[in-house]
């Protein structure tokens, strides 16, 4: 889909300035020539991330997990998962199905979504490594932060 | 063109620790392969395209443009603006990255970025959905509701407290 919104894109900003255009496609294939060792790698993490922190683990660690330590351990899984959201999603709706509290499926999704070990190259390419460890450390806060809410207001927590 | 040996390390070691495991024929090896290969064409459908698209827009968009919608002296509809484009963004974080890089060389401002950088983790509107019918859309609300005024706060934060060095750190990778 996504190949042909750039060619007829493409095709427009031709008819209007080829030059330009030609520019832009060249600075593109350098990009992605530059960038193919990082998304390599990224592939290569994920490939065992994949492998490791696989769906049933997932299922197994987090089946019975509640409290502080579910959280820490949904959080500790979602940072190093990798798991597209078509299928995190309705692993999360298994969880709950098995009673696993809303607080800690925040955790883990929020994590998931938010802490990127495995896109680690990409980001420290892109951003450097300071800059990337203090997003990171801020995701983990704010993911505790929303989980804690969400607990809250699911009557899961108390103050 | 002469290829940088040196950046293949991890891919190199890789393929040849999976090359000894089909050998001995392990199924880790397989499953591990199993993945990178189908993770490697899921990449193809679109990294390429969402780069010559950030190609196109360093030639076509105007700096002044980004400047003054998502510069240092934006209001607050800058927030809105990379929430529609974060929420709209393919893939993943990885997508983000070099948007983001693409968008802070145009003249976005730091805390901009990190702000799209931030909702794009959380905002995707494919994912949002399968969020909202699984685990049940008042769960995604609250989400929502908490996180992106904490994403936008942290953005802010990171925007005083990080260093012009690094800030200059980022690069586009062109």
Known sequence: ?159 | MKINLKKYWLFIIFSILIGVGFILDLNIARGVFANFYSFFLTMLKFVPAVFLLIGLFEVWIDKDLIEKHLGKDSGFLAYFWVLILASTTVGGLYVAFPVASALYKKGASPRIIFSYIGTAAICRIPMTLFEASYVGVSFTAIRWLVSIPLVVISSILMEKFISEKDLANISDAA
């Open chain 1, 1 to 159: 889909m996504i190949y042909y919104f750039t060619a007829a894109l493409t095709a427009v900003l031709f008819m209007i300035d080829r030059e330009k255009t030609i520019k832009g496609l060249k600075i593109g294939f350098k990009k992605i020539r530059k960038n193919s060792p990082v998304f390599l790698n990224m592939i290569i993490l994920i490939a065992l991330s994949l492998y490791f922190v696989s769906d049933e683990l997932i299922l197994r660690f987090l089946g019975d997990g509640s409290g502080a330590i579910g959280v820490a351990l949904a959080g500790t899984l979602g940072s190093i998962a990798f798991i597209p959201g078509f299928v995190a999603f309705p692993l999360a709706g298994i969880l709950l199905e098995k009673g696993v509290s809303y607080t800690v499926i925040a955790a883990f999704t929020t994590t998931l979504m938010m802490v990127g070990i495995v896109t680690y190259p990409v980001e420290k390419d892109f951003f450097g490594i300071k800059i990337t460890v203090i997003r990171n450390i801020i995701s983990l806060i704010m993911a505790i932060i929303v989980s804690i809410i969400i607990g809250l207001f699911y009557g899961e927590l108390f103050i």
